[in-house]
């Protein structure tokens, strides 16, 4: 077992982790994100405490996969700063094929009210306000609507039991998730 393993075991350990039990797999996954400094495991544990306490504060809430392959499984999304990216270019439509290039005229809007002229260097004070419009407001209004670009935590109420199964990604297939469920065991 992995020092990465140990501490997240360790972690998982907590009393305000009682009432649930973690699989093999969701453990594995939460190392993984730790040893490789992929996501912010403790983003994951504030939402899997927030489910154990009865208040997760999530717009999306708690949902029931309807696809069959994972019919039967319950979902929470989760967040974490690695989604920031993402989540500005869906909201200024910067991947989509339906793209208006809302960020370049958003861009343009902002420095042509200015009065800069086209060719002249755009000062940094006018720089830094772009990236707060593009970023920050963009990032809040997405949240505020419920539209954050996340990813999901799979589990079930067995009993009294919370059981955490695997972090799933929703650029996946449903079969790459539903062989890793299967392979989810709770020793």
């Known amino acids: 077992m992995s020092h990465s393993e140990n501490y997240i075991r360790e972690q998982l350990s907590r009393k305000s982790f009682a009432s649930a039990r973690f699989s093999n797999v969701f453990i594995e996954q939460l190392a993984d994100f730790l040893e490789n400094r992929r996501f912010n495991i403790f983003q994951i544990f504030d939402v899997v405490e ?31 700063a690695a989604f920031i990216q993402k989540n500005l270019s869906n909201h200024r439509g910067v991947n989509s094929k339906y793209r208006d290039d809302k ?40 949240k505020r609507e419920g539209k954050m670009t996340d990813e999901w935590i799979i589990f079930n109420k067995v009993d009294r039991f919370y059981e955490f199964y695997s972090i799933a990604f929703h650029s996946e297939e449903d079969e790459v998730i539903k062989a890793r469920l299967l392979k989810a065991n709770f020793t």
Do not use: C, M
Request: charged share 20%.
């Open 103 to 142: 960020l370049s005229n958003h861009i343009s809007g902002f420095v042509a009210s200015s009065g800069i002229v086209k060719g002249e260097d755009i000062p940094p004070e006018l720089t830094g306000a772009i990236a707060h419009t593009v970023v920050h407001e963009a990032y809040f209004q997405r």
């Open 50 to 80: 927030a489910i154990l306490n009865g208040n997760l504060k999530s717009k999306k809430g708690i949902r029931q996969f309807k696809k069959s392959l994972l019919e039967g499984y319950s979902y929470v999304h989760w967040s974490d």
